[in-house]
């Protein structure tokens, strides 16, 4: 049961910016106004909520989505103060609604450790929206408050007596502010659920009012996560190796687990945040991981002492973790502030981690020898493949070049015009081949479905013909061999890589297998921008003179209301049974 607290008050709120730009500039406060922007007000009314949890005051939070588009976070936490501010002289949630940055999260007294330090506050839902309501109870009453465009609407009023604690905020978005104010059920879902297994025993509840409702509540927390994330993978472990522990007021939960597939699935999160860029505590991680396992490796005598060591890459292979981390003052760094930046973090995760793999593989020998020797192949197989890639580029210096011989290259070599284009077979290569500006367009035919690179190692990988071509032409290393591999886009041939496949399932399913290859070892060209899809159209619609295209089975219905009857219609099975001036037209 979550705990009343005496000593959360006014005196505890404290102010340090106001609102008055926030309306003017929202997109300073909340990133964009578009749709990630109006689910970030959802969340830093919930981050509230989370903080008041992770201080053991709080143990429900609920959110409704209400049919006229606001939305509602209750919980069940001490409530926000309503006596008096001692120096603004308004009641303290009138400064928690109206200014920006003021809370007790920035008083290390009330809250040690805060979910949405790095936010801007419920301050800035209130600016944001059209109306907000706050209803709290406390210290045995009830009290309701409003608000228009942020500003003050009704002052606070008590309306009663109540024996409940907690407060509920409501809010409606301004639509003049965000470009769409229709909150998405599923995006909420994927990080209340997310927030629920980093917050083990919250139980979290989200409603559409009048419809659905989810309740997720974790007694299990990241190592019912990491379960979570590896359905459909078997698993190495009995059970996912859990982690908790402390230093220097740094808190360290993980869980792990290895499994027979072949890609590393790490998550780190800080306060609750996710730090996507990773940051000081993945280091410390991997620094633990990757010496530990060589440690035990050579105890065991399965890594021999003339045998170079395993590096981080197959230590990680097939492994989960979650890794979550509390610090008191969190700092951070990167192009979107998802980077954890504290340098002390670092060595407090390598200690803690390090502490309980030595205690794991004492306790747990069978999983430990499965683990390693899975660690071992892994070695082994990126030995092979570092020496594939070498062998292919000696041989492509031996050979001028060495570019596909299936590669119909463009003349240009100014990288920034010049196109590839990625297509099926050696029959849509040929209508391409005629269709394109060959002083810019290169054509690259693969032949069939190329390896499903999600569920192979990376020798098998670069001895698969297919990938090796695309590899070889683009003219551009790929990552994933070595630890320390870096993704050379300078040396990138063509600016734009364009996937050209046949408009039916086969297609889909061999440009998903493309795009995955690219995502896992040539992502630096999706930053980049660099790739793209096709999209060629399914059908040719004729009547007469009139001839149009259409590449959905709506547009075909229409074309052919349009034309009314007598038209004539041909399905476009591939690319290969278009012409080229039809290519070159639609495509």
Request: proline letters at 3%; charged letters at 25%; aromatic letters at 6%.
């Amino acid at each position: 049961m979550p705990s009343k607290s005496d000593d959360y008050k006014a005196e505890q709120i404290q102010v340090l910016e106001g609102l008055e730009a926030v309306r003017k500039r929202p997109a300073m406060y909340i990133g964009t106004t578009g749709e990630a922007g109006l689910h970030h007000l959802v969340y830093e009314v919930v981050d509230n909520s989370i903080d008041e949890a992770m201080n053991g005051h709080c143990d429900l939070i609920e959110i409704v989505l209400h049919s006229d588009g606001s939305c509602s976070v209750k919980d069940n936490g001490r409530g926000i103060p309503v006596d008096i501010h001692p120096v603004h002289k308004v009641p303290a949630v009138e400064i928690v609604m109206t200014k920006l940055h003021a809370g007790g999260k920035f008083d290390s007294d009330t809250y040690k450790i805060s979910g949405g330090l790095h936010g801007v506050g419920v301050s800035v839902v209130n600016a944001l929206s059209l109306w907000t309501k706050v209803e709290i109870h406390r210290d045995g009453g009830a009290y309701t408050q409003s608000y228009k465009k942020g500003n003050l609407d009704s002052k606070l009023k008590r309306v009663g007596d109540s024996d409940e604690h907690g407060t509920t905020v409501r809010f409606l978005p301004d639509k003049g502010i965000f470009e769409t104010t229709e909150f998405d059920y599923q995006i909420l879902r994927n990080r209340l659920r997310e927030l629920a297994y980093l917050n083990a025993g919250i139980r979290i509840i989200l409603s559409e009012e009048n419809g659905k409702s989810q309740k997720f509540y974790y007694k299990g927390g990241i190592s019912q996560y990491v379960t979570f994330l590896n359905r459909g993978k078997t698993a190495l472990m009995s059970e996912p190796l859990y982690v908790n522990g402390e230093k220097d007021q740094v808190q360290v939960e993980a869980a792990l687990e290895w499994t027979t597939s072949f890609r590393e699935n790490i998550h780190t999160f800080t306060n609750n945040i996710a730090t996507r860029e990773g940051g000081t505590h993945l280091s410390g991680l991997r620094t633990a991981l990757t010496r530990s396992l060589n440690t035990i490796a050579r105890k065991r005598n399965q890594l021999k002492e003339k045998d170079p060591p395993l590096d981080g890459n197959d230590v990680r292979e097939g492994l989960t973790v979650v890794l979550s981390i509390k610090v008191p003052e969190p700092q951070f760094e990167g192009q979107t502030k998802t980077k954890l930046g504290n340098s002390e973090v670092k060595g407090i995760v390598d200690t803690v981690m390090t502490e309980s793999l030595s205690n794991f593989f004492a306790e747990n020998p069978s999983d430990g020898q499965i683990i390693i020797s899975k660690c071992i192949q892994a070695f082994q197989a990126r030995e092979a493949a570092k020496k594939a890639r070498d062998l292919t580029r000696r041989k492509g210096l031996l050979e001028g070049g060495g570019l596909p011989g299936k590669l119909a290259d463009c003349q240009s070599k100014d990288p920034a015009v010049s196109e590839i284009f990625i297509v099926e077979g050696d029959s849509a290569g040929g209508t391409a081949k005629q269709g394109r500006d060959r002083k810019t367009q290169a054509i690259l035919p693969l032949r069939g479905k190329i390896l499903n690179v999600e569920k192979s190692r990376i020798d098998k990988i670069l001895g698969n013909t297919e990938v090796m071509a695309l590899i070889t032409a683009m003219g551009c290393n790929i990552t994933g061999v070595e630890e320390d591999d870096v993704f050379e886009l300078e040396n990138a041939r063509y600016h734009k890589l364009v996937i050209m496949t046949d408009a039916d399932v086969d297609g889909a399913h061999i440009r998903t297998l493309l795009l995955t290859f690219l995502y896992r070892h040539m992502k630096g060209l999706i930053h980049a921008g660099y790739v793209y899809i096709a999209q060629p159209p399914l059908y040719k619609i004729t009547k007469g003179k009139k001839m149009d295209y259409a590449y959905d089975e709506s547009q075909l219905k229409k074309i052919k209301s349009k034309f009314g009857s007598g038209c004539t219609v041909q399905r476009y099975k591939g690319l290969g049974e278009m012409n080229a001036l039809q290519l070159w037209e639609t495509t």
